[in-house]
Each structure stands twice: as C-alpha cells, then as structure tokens.
C-alpha cells in the first residue's frame, strides 16, 4: 500500500493558520476589527489568501460580519454559549438510542469512536503551541459530530455543524490546566463506553455531566476575562 501522500499548504492555509493562532493567544482581541491590509502585511501574504481564510474562520465561528463594522473577532457571551450547549444537549440526548443501536451494530462506526478517542488523547497529552491546543478541539468537536452522524439523521448532522458548538475553545487556550483538557476526553471515553454497554440512562447522565463541566470551564474563562485577571 502507497503511503498517504501529505497535502502541500497553500498561501490560504497559511493565513488560515496563523489568524486563527492570533485568535487564540488574544493578539487579535474578541470584538477587535479585522483590517485585511494589515493582516496581509503581518504575514506575508497577499489580501486574497486573506479573504478567503477569514471566510473558513467565519464558517467555524471565529469571525463575524457585523453590519457597519465589518468583520471582527467574534465576541463570545455566556448567554449565547449556553443557548448553543442547550441545543447541542437536546440533540444528543434525543439521539442516543439511535447511537446506541448504530454502534452495536456497525463495527466501521465503532472503529471512528475508538480512533477520535486514542487520537485525541495523544494530543491533550502533549499540546504545547496554540495550533496543537486547537487540534485536541478540532478532535473533540468530531467526536460530537460523529455521535451525531451515527444517529443516521444527515438533516440533524447539518444543524449541528451550523451551531459552531467548539468556537467557544478560543476562549479557553491559556485559561486552564492541561489536565482539565484531559478530563473531558476522558469523559468522551466513558460516553462511549456506555454506548457500547447499552446503557440509555448512562449515556445521557454522562453526555449532561459533559456538558455542564464544560460550561463551568468557559464560565469560569470568560469571568476571568472579564475582570481582566488574563
């Protein structure tokens, strides 16, 4: 077998990149202005690149369009957090006893759950720059997408990536110890160790303990913010 042959990045990803790292040590500040000129100068390249990153960024909830402003970094607020964390908990919820019955039944699915985990893992266990802190999310976030995607509901999938849920993890980069990042994989683990068991109420209890623990962290994020201890 030919081995994997790795994707060369373009000007766009490397713009890409480096926004979204700007993003999450705070060099480009929540609610600050997205001038593209001085983005273009900052990292080499030229303004189109730009564009077309700050167009990924806005689809994955890190940038916004706000009318006669223009585009600035999103500014997270715990209000719209937890409406978002209310709707990504009714939906997971709802679904469960279809996940259960996907993965007891569908070996390739159970192979995903067990891949994302390990994978994950490893990443929580070493990060140390800021892209390697967003991996462990990006990770995260497709463990909830696949738990959705194993509900077999392509409309439901489609919702769920549109909410953004992981934008929030901007807001938590530098805020708490790794080991906290580690503690909510392995709750991922015991969710899916509960799945594979068959256990309804388990699952659930689980998936809301996740959810709040995760609330507490940001909360706790953005009050400190806030009263700029960070």
Not at 72 to 87: A, G, H, P, Q, Y
Not at 176 to 186: M, R, S
Not at 192 to 211: F, M, N, P, R, T
Request: neutral net charge.
């Amino acid at each position: 077998m030919r081995p994997l042959e790795q994707k060369e990045e373009t000007l766009v990803d490397i713009a890409y990149r480096s926004i979204r790292k700007d993003i999450i040590e705070e060099v480009l500040p929540a609610g600050g202005k997205i001038n593209f000129t001085q983005l273009s100068e900052r990292y080499g390249v030229s303004p189109t690149p730009i564009k077309q990153a700050v167009n990924r960024l806005m689809a994955e909830g890190l940038i916004e369009s706000v009318p006669r402003r223009g585009m600035t970094v999103r500014k997270m607020s715990m209000d719209e957090i937890n409406e978002v964390f209310d709707l990504r908990l009714m939906m997971e919820t709802y679904f469960t006893p279809a996940v259960i019955q996907a993965v007891q039944q569908n070996l390739a699915i159970q192979q995903l759950f067990e891949k994302n985990i390990e994978n994950n893992a490893a990443f929580a266990q070493t990060f140390s720059t800021a892209d390697e802190y967003f991996k462990t999310y990006e990770i995260d976030k497709q463990f909830h997408e696949l738990f959705i995607f194993a509900s077999g509901n392509k409309s439901a999938l489609r919702i769920y990536k549109s909410l953004n849920t992981h934008a929030y993890a901007a807001s938590l980069y530098g805020k708490q110890p790794k080991d906290k990042t580690v503690e909510g994989i392995q709750e991922h683990k015991k969710i899916y160790e509960a799945i594979c068991a068959g256990d309804q109420k388990s699952v659930i209890e689980l998936i809301q303990l996740h959810h709040e623990n995760a609330r507490t962290k940001i909360q706790l994020a953005l009050k400190f913010r806030s009263i700029g201890y960070f």
